[in-house]
């Protein structure tokens, strides 16, 4: 009895999964109930008028991390952790840095949107909001450690950040993956 239910365990956490689709550099779910949960509770992804869910690669990471989803290919193949780390880091320069902050602030129960049209990495919501309901509080850039940024590109973030009125939140992260958090606000002397 005991081994029927060992068998019957790992079936019935397959089929919770949402099935993703990883195609021509788009994550999208299935059209169903439990992808719009993702997106409704946990404000992964952006929700199509069609019913599916687009996610970023790095929510399709963190989720396929948690369990949540299986991601296929246009062939039907699963994809593993490694399988989608190895093609988002072909299209993402520094990916795994990037992924590490991600992973960081929506562990500590930040919402983690892609903030490309501000050129930032992420834009974060604080606790308790989410997007739609107010702007997000900061800007963030993932820098690791061994990595430089001149005073110049440090400048451009920080007015960028100014003038859409969020605070600068550069996520430092060292070799053992620890990440540190530098927050920067305008002064007026």
């Not at 365990?9 to 779910?29: A, F, G, H, N, T």
């Not at 061994?146 to 100014?162: L, Y």
């Amino acid at each position: 009895m005991a081994r029927k239910n060992s068998v019957e365990e790992p079936e019935k956490q397959k089929k919770d999964k949402v099935k993703v689709i990883y195609s021509s550099e788009r994550i999208l779910s299935e059209n169903s109930d439990a992808a719009r949960e993702l997106f409704s509770s946990g404000s992964y992804g952006t929700l199509l008028e069609d019913g599916r869910v687009q996610f970023s690669v790095f929510e399709a990471l963190h989720l396929l991390e948690k369990g949540k989803i299986e991601i296929i290919d246009f062939r039907k193949r699963v994809i593993s952790k490694d399988e989608l780390i190895r093609r988002a880091s072909r299209i993402e320069k520094g990916f795994l840095t990037k992924y590490a902050v991600f992973r960081d602030l929506r562990t500590r129960g930040y919402i983690v949107k892609t903030a490309l049209k501000f050129g930032a990495d992420f834009r974060v919501y604080d606790r308790g909001i989410k997007p739609g309901e107010d702007h997000a509080k900061w800007i963030v850039y993932s820098v690791h450690e061994a990595g430089s940024i001149t005073w110049h590109e440090f400048a451009a973030k920080n007015r960028v950040a100014h003038s859409t009125k969020k605070k600068l939140l550069v996520g430092v992260v060292d070799d053992e993956g620890d990440i540190t958090y530098y927050e920067i606000r305008w002064i007026r002397p």
